[in-house]
Structures are given as C-alpha cells and as structure tokens.
C-alpha cells in the first residue's frame, strides 16, 4: 500500500494539516517501519509531521506499529529499568552510564538502548564500551544487578533506518520522539525518559497517560535520561499511566558547581565514572536522588 492519502492530511501545513487516528497512525508508521514506501515517501513523511507535529494519539499509533516489530528481550521476572539514550554530550559528560551503573549496584536490572544520531557528539554507547559494556549481538535476558547495551538497529532495523534520516534532511522526524516512549522488554519495565524542549514536556506526559506507561518523566541533560548533575530537575512519575509529581524543579542559582570531568570525550567520561562508582568522587546529588526516585517507583509497579 502507499501512504500518499495519508501523507495529503498530514501535509497541509501547521494550519491546515488533519491528525490521523490512532489506527490510521499504526497504519502508516508500519508502513514505514517496514521499507514498503518509497524513499521519497518517507522523506515527505518525515518532513510533513515536523511541521504538524505529532498528536497525543498518533504517537500511540506510531508505538502501536513499533510494538508489533520489536524484537522484545525476555521477560526476566523483575522489573527493568530501561534508558533510551539518543542525544549524548555537547557541553556536559554523558553521565547516562553512570545512573545505569548505580542502578544495577543497586540489585535492578538496567536496559540501555540507543544510537548514534549525529556526528560530533559522544554517545553513551562509546561510554559503555570503555567501562567494558559491549554492545548486544543478540537478543536476551538482562540479569539483576547487570547493565546491558542494546543498539536500536538489533530491537528494530526499521527504526533505526528512520532515525538515519535525520543525517539526509538535517530534521528530527517522529522516530526521535518515540524511541523515548518505548520500551522494549518482555515483563515488568520502568521507562526513565527525558524532554528537551517544554512543548515535548507536554505531548510526552499525554502519551505516557494514554499508553498506561510506567514511567519517570523530566527534563534531562541535554536529552540524556539522567538528572543534571548541577541541578535538580522536575521528575513525574507515571504508574500506569497515573501522574505524581515528585520533584519540583531547583530554582534560583547554584551556589556550588560539581567536579565533574572538563573533557566530555568517552575515556575522560569512563575515568570519571569508575572514580564515582568506587567512592574516590561523590555521586552528584541530582542524580543520586534520581536513583532513590526510581527505587521507590520500582516498589510501586
């Protein structure tokens, strides 16, 4: 089938496009997923919804599709916390290892998944590598008390193409949101996600309440999942989809600043992390009340 009927609604324009339903969301998401449409279709798609924007229940559509095409690891009989970890480091440290890493000390089971979506930025991946965290080859349970690394391409080759489109058209695409609002495990799961923006903010809660998500919602360090490490972030929480608050954002300014590494690279991030993880550094507050949130939320589901 092609999705040019769907891509006339959706490509109006902000002001004149139409949002699908949910089914005609699932319907035309798969279609992409599965390379079925041409690549001009795609391209069209992509752009079309970044100017629209996506609706509450298109993305559920969208997770509807990709839901059917995961391939979902294990169930493992507890409840794993899962990291999407798509933007990596500009300014900061890529600190997502790291709150992997207290978490699964912390007896959890840790699900890292991600890519690299540009060029010049250093990806948890990397990280993980030179902390002797090797990517998956296969798919499979995550042990309590272990971390595991899970590129997108391995959970769904499909979306992996999608997130590469960004290198061709320079634009985010729906793929860049729904990786977030995924979580593609078997059993019990605690999704840890982040916004950029504020307007992301407020479609991403809406969907988390749609799909009846167990998750932890804020605003992370530079898109990673992880509390900034100089400040307190707002984190929500959503158990089946049922919102809390808990935490306010930090306001004012800061009167100290961590010790963190001044060079954000892999081997300088890696360095830093063993130092926290055996005590010769302290874990920044943020995010050590980060991992006590996702405890007690862990407790609840």
Do not use: W
């Amino acid at each position: 089938m092609a999705i040019a009927h769907y891509i006339k609604e959706i490509g109006r324009g902000k002001d004149g496009a139409r949002a699908l339903t949910r089914e005609q969301a699932a319907d035309l998401f798969g279609q992409v997923l599965d390379g079925s449409v041409t690549d001009l279709e795609t391209g069209a798609f992509c752009l079309a919804m970044r100017i629209k924007g996506e609706t509450p229940q298109e993305m559920a559509g969208f997770l509807d599709a990709t839901e059917q095409r995961l391939h979902k690891l294990p169930d493992n009989h507890a409840t794993t916390v899962v990291l999407p970890s798509y933007n990596g480091a500009r300014k900061l440290p890529v600190l997502t290892p790291l709150l992997a890493l207290l978490l699964a000390r912390a007896g959890l089971p840790v699900l890292v998944h991600g890519a690299a979506t540009e060029s010049k930025r250093v990806f948890t991946a990397q990280v993980l590598e030179a902390l002797g965290v090797a990517a998956l080859s296969a798919i499979g349970p995550v042990a309590a008390g272990s971390v595991a690394f899970a590129p997108t391409e391995l959970l769904c080759p499909g979306l992996k193409r999608l997130l590469d489109v960004r290198r061709v058209v320079g634009l985010r695409n729906p793929a860049h949101s729904l990786v977030k609002l995924m979580s593609p495990c078997m059993g019990r799961s605690l999704l840890v996600t982040s916004y950029t923006h504020p307007e992301y903010a407020l479609s991403m809660a809406a969907t988390l309440e749609l799909m009846q998500t167990n998750a932890l919602l804020m605003r992370g360090t530079e898109g990673e999942p992880v509390a900034d490490p100089r400040r307190h972030p707002q984190i929500d929480a959503f158990v089946h989809g049922e919102r809390r608050q808990l935490q306010a954002a930090q306001p004012g300014t800061l009167g100290t600043l961590p010790d963190l590494p001044v060079q954000i690279d892999a081997l300088s991030t890696a360095t830093y992390t063993r130092l926290v993880m055996c005590g010769d550094k302290v874990v920044p507050p943020p995010i050590a009340l980060q991992v006590e949130h996702i405890l007690q939320t862990v407790k609840r589901i």
